[in-house]
C-alpha cells in the first residue's frame, strides 16, 4: 500500500537530538503526497535545547506540512471521533512515552492522539529513540511490540561504546514501515545492526 493520499500524523517527543531526521522524513512524505499532521509533546512544543528553539520547529512543521500543529489534549482529542488519521507514527518516542503508551496513560497530546487511533483500529507505529532502551524501557518494547495494531521502525544501538543502552530507529524506513503497517504486517528485519 503506498502512502499517497494518506493522512498521516507524525507525534513528535522530546528527543531533540533526533528532530532533524524526524523532519527530513516529514518533507519526504509531504513529497510522497501524504497530508501530514504533526502532533508535538509538550515537551516538544515548549523547550529550547541546544538543538533548536521550540518556536522554529512548530513554524517549520507547519511550514512544511501546511496544517497547524496539533499542540494540546483538546486538540488531539478530536483525531479520534472525527477519524481524521489513516496512521500516526511517533517518531520520536522517547522512553518517557512509551512507558506511557504501554500503561495506557493518556496526560499528553501526543497520548491522546495514540488513543484516538487505537480505538478507531488505526495503525501506530513507533520510532523509539530512547537512552535506556536495553535497560528499563525493554519491557516496555517487548510488551508494545506484541500488541494490535503496533508496529516499530526498525531499530538499533546508536552509540553502542559510549551508549550500550541506547537505541534509536531507523528514520530512513519509517515510510516504508508506515505502508507495511497499513496493510497490518510489521516491517523486518525489526532490530537492526549497530551504528
Do not use: H, W
Not at 533526533?18 to 516529514?26: G, L, M, R, S
Not at 509531504?30 to 541546544?50: G, K, L, P
Amino acid at each position: 500500500m503506498t502512502i499517497s493520499g494518506k493522512n498521516v500524523g507524525i507525534a513528535i517527543t522530546g528527543s531533540f537530538c533526533t528532530f532533524d531526521k524526524a523532519f527530513a522524513q516529514i518533507e519526504r512524505l509531504v513529497e510522497e503526497n501524504a497530508n501530514v499532521f504533526t502532533i508535538f509533546s509538550e515537551n516538544a512544543q515548549s523547550m529550547d535545547t541546544r538543538f533548536g528553539n521550540a518556536r522554529s520547529f512548530l513554524a517549520r512543521a507547519e511550514g512544511i506540512t501546511g496544517n497547524k500543529p496539533i499542540l494540546t489534549i483538546t486538540e488531539a482529542e478530536k483525531l479520534g471521533p472525527n477519524n481524521l488519521l489513516d496512521i500516526i507514527a511517533v517518531a520520536p518516542c522517547t522512553g518517557n512515552t512509551l512507558s506511557k503508551m504501554t500503561n495506557a496513560i493518556t496526560d499528553t497530546s501526543v497520548l491522546m492522539a495514540v488513543k484516538g487511533l487505537l480505538r478507531n483500529n488505526k495503525p501506530i507505529v513507533i520510532g523509539i529513540s530512547t537512552n535506556d532502551a536495553l535497560s528499563n524501557s525493554l519491557r516496555n518494547i517487548g510488551t508494545m511490540i506484541n500488541k494490535k495494531n503496533i508496529y516499530f521502525i526498525p531499530f538499533g544501538q546508536d552509540n553502542f561504546k559510549s551508549k550500550p543502552n541506547s537505541m534509536i530507529a531507523d528514520y530512513n524506513l519509517l515510510i516504508p514501515t508506515l505502508e507495511y503497517a497499513m496493510e497490518g504486517r510489521q516491517i523486518q528485519p525489526v532490530i537492526t545492526a549497530p551504528n
